[in-house]
């Protein structure tokens, strides 16, 4: 599957730092990723603009010029070549944004994998969508077909969960809360088989994870912001979430704070997801912890 949605990338070696960084591109990030593709691309002699840049997605790897990605990569500390070019055709890609899946799209994408098989590529031009979109919305709507179970977990699954990831894992690395970050999602699921992987994978961390039972206090919260504010970032995905309070997992503080976003934040400042300011975000969500604590110490 990676193969076929990267084919036109060159795979280089030349990363031999083992520390990448995973998950969403931060603000700061895709700055860097469009300042690379400028400078690589005046470098070719070719303007930069929205349409020069979509078509370096579509050059196959003998039209692309010399080492494009990994020159724009440089520009990008702490993430991969891959990372970078998957990045870049998920955001400027037209088909990115066709909008959410219907159930009649859902169900021609039944038709269509029932057809081709797994031809992403073939599906996804069929449809008008990323390739690696299709795959993915078959794999967490319709690869367990009418056996994908919803609500809560019956007691088997969730020894079965267990039971699955300590076969990865094994027992030591779990109670030393370490090697979470490895397991196989998507081959959990599939020895499953009435989840998907993001279900196991919210699951496991919501009652297996060490520290995902802790509740969080006022106090707690109030900890959480001020350790947010010492952090100096411009936005929530330059943070390692699992590092701001200790003995407590990362998605539990991540949840933590969203929910005081959705509580004490104006309405007008959520719906423009931080555009004014992150900082300002803090602070307002500082200020309304402290009155409530003061509140209730008279």
Not at 221 to 250: H, N
Request: glycine letters at 4%; proline letters at 3%; a positive charge.
């Amino acid at each position: 599957m990676e193969t076929r949605r990267k084919k036109n990338l060159p795979k280089y070696n030349f990363q031999k730092n083992k520390n990448f960084k995973k998950g969403p591109f931060s603000r700061i990030e895709q700055i860097l990723v469009d300042k690379g593709l400028n400078q690589v691309l005046r470098e070719e002699g070719i303007v930069y603009n929205l349409d020069n840049a979509r078509k370096m997605l579509t050059l196959s790897r003998q039209e692309l010029p010399r080492n494009f990605w990994r020159k724009v990569a440089q520009h990008v500390p702490l993430r991969r070549v891959e990372s970078i070019y998957d990045h870049t055709r998920r955001r400027l890609s037209i088909k990115n944004y066709k909008g959410k899946w219907t159930d009649d799209d859902i169900e021609n994408l039944k038709k269509l994998v029932d057809c081709y098989g797994c031809q992403w590529t073939k599906i996804g031009t069929t449809l008008n969508r990323l390739p690696g979109a299709c795959y993915d919305k078959w794999r967490d709507a319709l690869k367990s077909g009418e056996k994908r179970k919803k609500g809560k977990w019956f007691q088997e699954e969730k020894c079965k969960l267990i039971q699955l990831i300590t076969r990865q894992l094994g027992h030591d690395i779990i109670q030393e809360e370490k090697g979470v970050d490895s397991i196989q999602w998507t081959l959990v699921a599939e020895k499953i088989r009435t989840r998907s992987y993001l279900q196991c994978r919210n699951e496991w961390a919501r009652f297996f994870t060490p520290g995902s039972i802790i509740k969080l206090t006022l106090s707690d919260s109030l900890r959480l912001i001020e350790s947010i504010f010492l952090l100096q970032v411009i936005d929530e995905t330059e943070i390692k979430w699992g590092c701001l309070l200790q003995g407590v997992p990362a998605h539990k503080t991540y949840n933590k704070w969203r929910s005081l976003c959705q509580k004490f934040l104006p309405a007008e400042e959520k719906k423009s997801d931080f555009q004014i300011s992150f900082k300002s975000a803090i602070f307002f969500i500082r200020n309304k912890l402290l009155k409530i604590l003061e509140t209730k110490k008279i």
